[in-house]
């Protein structure tokens, strides 16, 4: 059973940078990563939203509303997902939730949460003013 584990959430002032890890692990020869990783989060009251993914080639996405701001990455030898979130403001507050996406997804797809099947429980950042 594959498993993420988010960790560096916590609470920051408008303009303040965190990095969030995700550390999978459970991957057999038959649930290989072969894909894309993405960060998501949600807010309450408000529908899950993709922040950024990245594919096994490298290739990244973002949402329009983080670009210039957060750095996705991955260390795929550790198999660990990074978030790095520099100019936080206070519309970034949310949970925060790592993913792996199915095989054989698009980039057109890398930001649609249902196209992810693992998740991890989230953690939590919260940017005051």
């Known amino acids: 059973q594959v498993q993420l584990v988010e960790s560096g959430g916590g609470s920051v002032q408008s303009g303040g940078s965190l990095r969030l890890s995700c550390a999978a692990s459970?991957?057999?020869?038959?649930?290989?990563?072969?894909?894309?990783m993405g960060w998501f989060r949600q807010a309450p009251g408000k529908e899950r939203e993709g922040v950024a993914a990245v594919d096994s080639d490298g290739s990244t996405s973002y949402k329009n509303s983080v670009k210039g701001r957060f750095t996705i990455s991955q260390d795929n030898a550790k198999r660990t997902l990074f978030l790095q979130m520099n100019s936080l403001k206070p519309d970034d507050t949310a949970m925060y939730y790592c993913a792996t996406g199915i095989p054989g997804m698009t980039s057109a797809q890398a930001l649609d949460p249902y196209k992810y099947n693992y998740w991890g429980q989230g953690t939590q950042v919260t940017v005051s003013s």
């Open positions: 459970g991957y057999t020869s038959s649930t290989s990563y072969v894909g894309y």
